[in-house]
């Protein structure tokens, strides 16, 4: 097992660097954004070390392709193919996960090279004559939309894309002949089922890639242009040679031979999950020409419309580094999935067309629920639409919503049916271009799926037996968090009865707090609960929680936090309850999940179980006591280091909490648009609103002391409340906040000024 961080909460002080900023009026925002090259605040290294298995390489927005450095797969850290702490670079593949636990893609891998013919990818100890090389960090260059390495090889690699297309330039030294392996039997934790190569004429080659791994079958078909002419393509095999100009088999790889000794070669490769004629029309609209240098600065263009979404000005380079970082790995997945004619390859192997909206996939949904999910309802309205469709059909093609469905296989991994509480959210918020009822019918019939894990149970008996399911509590607990979504969609629809049934279930946490313990409990078939228990015990994988203990899963109740309160018998008892989950110490055992880290005392921030908990003092009255954790959790666990995100980024998850954070306010409940207020991080930040809008948070007198909230005003009337909702924030505006370095006990304190859940 990991190692993971542990650290004990100090009772007060606890500062974060002050970042001061300040940002033009809402009229010079457009102006103001365009000037700035947002790029040169990110750097895509952190969250390359450690457990963040974040992606490293070329990228646009949303991107179908992640073209990028792959190391041999060595386990759990190299889920997105690289990991700061290697030295093995094997090639260039393009597809990647970004900050998952789980591996996969890593499809169609570019190595250049020089010399003879070789194929093999060799060992991380051995790599003597294969096709892989030895690298340096110091002759690596990464930022958003590019990608460079001089690798030990003497081959320099530069890579750029599109949405659809990768394009490489390839500069190899004088002498030898110049090669490019296409390996089309490697990828990323996955094998590979079948693959084809044909050379179609001197400058063209197209093939696919079928594999087999987290996603139960992924396609990918591609054709691959050159500038430069192409002497031979040898076939192998594996490493057995096979001829010439087109091979099927299971582990295909091509060896492309330059004619001539140019120096450089560029080479591009479109992909399309339906065909290779899809991939060659994707290629025709987005790259037709050669211009490397034209894409990179479309790309960056691209970054930087994402990236001024959110303006921050401040003195404080790290501060910016981080926030903008974050910002921008919240905007690489998910992915875009459909070719340009609007085509796609569903869950059930058919392929779709719907030019009505945008098919996009890798959804890693039982964590983006929870932060993202929101971020985009205030920054991408209409994308979320897109989301919501993709869902939509997603369902028709399975029988049920998506779980973490990835390129066209659903991976069923993860407790819940964690689309529901995102178009629940959605459809309250009141986003616009999804049909409603059919999104309702696909909620309810996804939450009354039998093949569903332990739903039965749920509708049977309210709970689902430990000695029946694993992880049931985990599992049974999001299901109630997901069914409440479903309880608010319904009342705002009218539908009185279904409204009743999800609501009851909204509340089955109930069924598992053990008021003698005060914890949530396991319960088993006969009734009886779970004993012996340990509530600090986590067995990954077959225990009673999803990658958690019992402390963790006491406090997940995000869509009913009052009737939680009520439970452990008030405000005070919670509050101490609360209190103490920061502190309190514990063995989870030696089969506990390594994505249990970034500890404070039980409280986990690098898993998303935990994101909401330092949010929940506000609905007890004490808003000041989540300023302090809030503002700690940042100093400590976002750093601009490799190892700088605490946890899997699980597809700009932890990101999106940090960037929620830095704004001052988070959505504790998923369904139910009410954000509740932390510590803003910046003196100033700006969010420019899809309707030409903007709104403003500013925070006078914020400083490292300076953390907690004095006092409120919203465009300038006096504001008591401790949350904002979010059509205040979509209308646009000032909220302003002035901060002190001791607590204002009184702001927020006062039951009808506290957050709420309305039944």
Same mark, same amino acid.
């Given at each position: 097992?990991?190692?993971?961080?542990?650290? %004990?909460?100090?009772?007060?002080?606890?500062?974060?660097?002050?970042?001061?900023?300040?940002?033009?009026?809402? $009229?010079?925002?457009?102006?103001?954004? $365009?000037?700035?090259?947002?790029?040169?605040?990110?750097?895509?290294?952190?969250?390359?070390?450690?457990?963040?298995?974040?992606?490293?390489?070329?990228?646009?927005?949303?991107?179908?392709?992640?073209?990028?450095?792959?190391?041999?797969?060595?386990?759990?850290?190299?889920?997105?193919?690289?990991?700061?702490?290697?030295?093995?670079?094997?090639?260039?593949?393009?597809?990647?996960?970004?900050?998952?636990?789980?591996?996969?893609?890593?499809?169609?891998?570019?190595?250049?090279?020089?010399?003879?013919?070789?194929?093999?990818?060799?060992?991380?100890?051995?790599?003597?004559?294969?096709?892989?090389?030895?690298?340096?960090?110091?002759?690596?260059?990464?930022?958003?939309?590019?990608?460079?390495?001089?690798?030990?090889?003497?081959? &320099?690699?530069?890579?750029? $894309?599109?949405?659809?297309?990768?394009?490489?330039? @390839?500069?190899?030294?004088?002498?030898?002949?110049?090669?490019?392996?296409?390996?089309?039997?490697?990828?990323?934790?996955?094998?590979?089922?079948?693959?084809?190569?044909?050379?179609?004429?001197?400058?063209?080659?197209?093939?696919?890639?079928?594999?087999?791994?987290?996603?139960?079958?992924? &396609?990918?078909?591609?054709?691959?242009?050159?500038?430069?002419?192409?002497?031979?393509?040898?076939? @192998?095999?594996?490493?057995?040679?096979?001829?010439?100009?087109?091979?099927?088999?299971?582990?295909?790889?091509?060896?492309?031979?330059?004619?001539?000794?140019?120096?450089?070669?560029?080479? &591009?490769?479109?992909?399309?999950?339906?065909?290779?004629?899809?991939?060659?029309?994707?290629?025709?609209?987005?790259?037709?020409?050669?211009?490397?240098?034209?894409?990179?600065?479309?790309?960056?263009?691209?970054?930087?419309?994402?990236?001024?979404?959110?303006?921050?000005?401040?003195?404080?380079?790290?501060?910016?580094?981080?926030?903008?970082?974050?910002?921008?790995?919240?905007?690489? $997945?998910?992915?875009?999935?459909?070719?340009?004619?609007?085509?796609?390859?569903?869950?059930?192997?058919?392929?779709?067309?719907?030019?009505?909206?945008?098919?996009?996939?890798? +959804?890693?949904?039982?964590?983006?629920?929870?932060?993202?999910?929101?971020?985009?309802?205030?920054?991408?309205?209409?994308?979320?639409?897109?989301?919501?469709?993709?869902?939509?059909?997603?369902?028709?093609?399975?029988? &049920?919503?998506?779980?973490?469905?990835?390129?066209?296989?659903?991976?069923?991994?993860?407790?819940?049916?964690?689309?529901?509480?995102?178009?629940?959210?959605?459809?309250?918020?009141?986003?616009?271009?999804?049909?409603?009822?059919?999104?309702?019918?696909?909620?309810?019939?996804?939450?009354?799926?039998?093949?569903?894990?332990?739903?039965?149970?749920?509708?049977?008996?309210?709970?689902?037996?430990?000695?029946?399911?694993?992880?049931?509590?985990?599992?049974? %607990?999001?299901?109630?968090?997901?069914?409440?979504?479903?309880?608010?969609?319904?009342?705002?629809?009218?539908?009185?009865?279904?409204?009743?049934?999800?609501?009851?279930?909204?509340?089955?946490?109930?069924?598992?707090?053990?008021?003698?313990?005060?914890?949530?409990?396991?319960?088993?078939?006969?009734?009886?609960?779970?004993?012996?228990?340990?509530?600090?015990?986590?067995?990954?994988?077959?225990?009673?929680?999803?990658?958690?203990?019992?402390?963790?899963?006491?406090?997940?109740?995000?869509?009913?936090?009052?009737?939680?309160?009520?439970?452990?018998?008030?405000?005070?008892?919670?509050?101490?309850?609360?209190?103490?989950?920061?502190?309190?110490?514990?063995?989870?055992?030696?089969?506990?999940?390594?994505?249990?880290?970034?500890?404070?005392?039980?409280?986990?921030?690098?898993?998303?179980?935990?994101?909401?908990?330092?949010?929940?003092?506000?609905?007890?009255?004490?808003?000041?006591?989540?300023?302090?954790?809030?503002?700690?959790?940042?100093?400590?666990?976002?750093?601009?280091?490799?190892?700088?995100?605490?946890?899997?980024?699980?597809?700009?998850?932890?990101?999106?909490?940090?960037?929620?954070?830095?704004?001052?306010?988070?959505?504790?409940?998923?369904?139910?648009?009410?954000?509740?207020?932390?510590?803003?991080?910046?003196?100033?930040?700006?969010?420019?609103?899809?309707?030409?809008?903007?709104?403003?948070?500013?925070?006078?007198?914020?400083?490292?002391?300076?953390?907690?909230?004095?006092?409120?005003?919203?465009?300038?009337?006096?504001?008591?409340?401790?949350?904002?909702?979010?059509?205040?924030?979509?209308?646009?505006?000032?909220?302003?906040?002035?901060?002190?370095?001791?607590?204002?006990?009184? +702001?927020?304190?006062?039951?009808?000024?506290?957050?709420?859940?309305?039944?």
């Amino acid at each position: 097992m990991k190692v993971n961080k542990r650290i %004990l909460l100090p009772s007060l002080s606890l500062g974060l660097a002050a970042l001061m900023a300040s940002c033009g009026q809402s $009229a010079q925002h457009a102006s103001s954004a $365009a000037s700035v090259n947002y790029t040169q605040f990110v750097d895509p290294y952190i969250g390359s070390g450690e457990h963040g298995h974040v992606f490293v390489g070329a990228n646009v927005p949303f991107g179908a392709i992640q073209v990028g450095p792959q190391n041999i797969h060595k386990g759990w850290d190299w889920c997105s193919g690289y990991h700061y702490s290697d030295s093995v670079i094997i090639g260039f593949s393009h597809t990647h996960l970004s900050g998952t636990g789980c591996a996969d893609l890593g499809d169609v891998l570019l190595m250049p090279y020089t010399g003879a013919v070789r194929t093999a990818r060799g060992e991380q100890d051995d790599i003597e004559g294969t096709a892989s090389s030895y690298y340096s960090h110091a002759n690596e260059q990464v930022a958003p939309g590019y990608y460079a390495l001089l690798m030990d090889n003497g081959v &320099k690699a530069e890579m750029t $894309a599109t949405e659809r297309v990768g394009l490489h330039r @390839f500069t190899y030294p004088a002498g030898e002949a110049h090669r490019l392996l296409i390996n089309l039997k490697e990828g990323n934790g996955d094998r590979s089922v079948e693959t084809y190569l044909k050379k179609l004429d001197d400058y063209t080659i197209e093939g696919y890639r079928f594999s087999q791994g987290w996603s139960p079958m992924h &396609k990918v078909y591609f054709v691959l242009k050159c500038d430069q002419p192409i002497e031979s393509l040898a076939v @192998f095999n594996d490493d057995e040679a096979a001829g010439n100009d087109e091979l099927t088999g299971k582990e295909v790889k091509g060896v492309v031979t330059f004619k001539g000794d140019a120096e450089q070669a560029l080479v &591009k490769i479109a992909i399309s999950s339906v065909s290779c004629a899809n991939a060659q029309a994707n290629m025709r609209s987005e790259l037709a020409h050669w211009d490397f240098d034209a894409v990179h600065n479309e790309a960056v263009k691209k970054w930087n419309d994402q990236l001024s979404t959110i303006t921050v000005d401040t003195d404080d380079a790290r501060a910016k580094k981080i926030f903008y970082t974050s910002m921008y790995h919240a905007f690489i $997945a998910p992915t875009l999935y459909c070719d340009v004619n609007g085509e796609f390859r569903g869950h059930d192997d058919k392929v779709y067309t719907n030019n009505s909206w945008t098919n996009y996939s890798t +959804f890693s949904l039982w964590d983006t629920y929870r932060t993202l999910n929101p971020l985009f309802t205030i920054l991408k309205p209409k994308m979320v639409a897109d989301l919501v469709n993709s869902y939509l059909s997603i369902y028709d093609q399975q029988g &049920k919503l998506p779980i973490w469905p990835l390129v066209g296989g659903e991976t069923e991994c993860m407790p819940g049916y964690s689309a529901v509480p995102i178009i629940a959210d959605a459809y309250l918020k009141g986003i616009q271009g999804f049909d409603a009822e059919r999104a309702y019918h696909d909620m309810v019939a996804s939450a009354t799926y039998e093949q569903q894990k332990g739903v039965t149970y749920v509708m049977e008996r309210g709970y689902i037996p430990a000695d029946k399911l694993h992880e049931s509590t985990s599992v049974a %607990l999001e299901y109630a968090a997901d069914d409440w979504g479903i309880a608010q969609m319904a009342k705002k629809m009218g539908k009185e009865a279904d409204y009743q049934t999800f609501l009851k279930r909204g509340k089955y946490y109930e069924q598992y707090f053990d008021k003698s313990l005060n914890y949530m409990r396991p319960r088993m078939d006969d009734g009886s609960w779970r004993t012996p228990y340990s509530p600090f015990r986590s067995v990954h994988g077959t225990g009673d929680f999803t990658e958690g203990t019992g402390w963790q899963y006491t406090f997940f109740v995000p869509q009913h936090p009052e009737g939680l309160i009520a439970l452990m018998g008030g405000d005070e008892a919670f509050i101490t309850k609360l209190d103490s989950l920061f502190v309190v110490e514990g063995d989870m055992g030696e089969g506990a999940s390594a994505d249990i880290s970034g500890l404070i005392g039980q409280y986990a921030h690098g898993n998303e179980p935990s994101h909401h908990v330092a949010y929940l003092y506000p609905y007890a009255g004490e808003q000041w006591k989540t300023a302090e954790k809030v503002r700690y959790i940042q100093d400590l666990f976002y750093t601009d280091q490799p190892e700088g995100v605490i946890g899997n980024e699980d597809c700009g998850q932890m990101s999106a909490w940090h960037i929620m954070s830095a704004l001052g306010f988070y959505q504790v409940n998923p369904s139910n648009g009410v954000f509740v207020f932390g510590s803003p991080l910046f003196a100033k930040a700006s969010v420019r609103l899809e309707n030409g809008k903007t709104f403003e948070v500013v925070a006078e007198g914020n400083s490292k002391e300076n953390i907690y909230i004095q006092s409120a005003t919203l465009n300038g009337q006096p504001y008591e409340k401790s949350y904002i909702l979010y059509d205040d924030i979509m209308q646009g505006g000032t909220l302003t906040f002035v901060m002190g370095n001791t607590p204002n006990k009184a +702001f927020g304190a006062a039951v009808e000024n506290r957050p709420h859940t309305a039944e």
